[in-house]
């Protein structure tokens, strides 16, 4: 069973950091693409950053700069690591795996992520 858990949210004050995880199992992690997305209240879930199983990174542009994301195979996990925070950054954010050219996805249960004073 493909479990993807999320960890490392919370409130934080503008220009703050954080550092999510996400811990997979039940699936050969190192041939997935990883995913963090998204949701802000009222809008659609989009995709932040992502990094392929050959290592290409892609950032949002509202995040370069500001956030990173990497891999640990070994650990079968994946982290987004975001700097200087900003209030539209408030959102759940949550880890997604992906089978390359495959039908097989998963979502973690989200995790909270606000930015506020």
């Known amino acids: 069973q493909v479990r993807l858990v999320e960890s490392g949210g919370g409130l934080v004050q503008p220009g703050g950091s954080l550092r999510l995880s996400c811990a997979a199992s039940?699936?050969?992690?190192?041939?997935?693409?990883m995913g963090w997305y998204h949701q802000a209240p009222g809008k659609q879930r989009e995709l932040v950053a992502a990094?392929?199983?050959?290592?290409?990174?892609y950032l949002a542009d509202s995040v370069k700069g500001r956030f990173n994301i990497s891999r640990d195979n070994a650990k079968n996990a994946v982290y987004l690591q975001m700097n200087n925070l900003k209030p539209e950054d408030t959102a759940v954010y949550y880890c997604?795996?992906?089978?390359?050219?495959?039908?097989?996805?998963?979502w973690g249960q989200g995790i909270q992520v606000t930015v506020s004073v």
């Open positions: 997604h795996s992906q089978q390359p050219g495959g039908l097989d996805e998963n």
């Open positions: 039940g699936y050969i992690f190192s041939i997935y693409n």
């Open positions: 990094m392929l199983s050959d290592c290409y990174t």
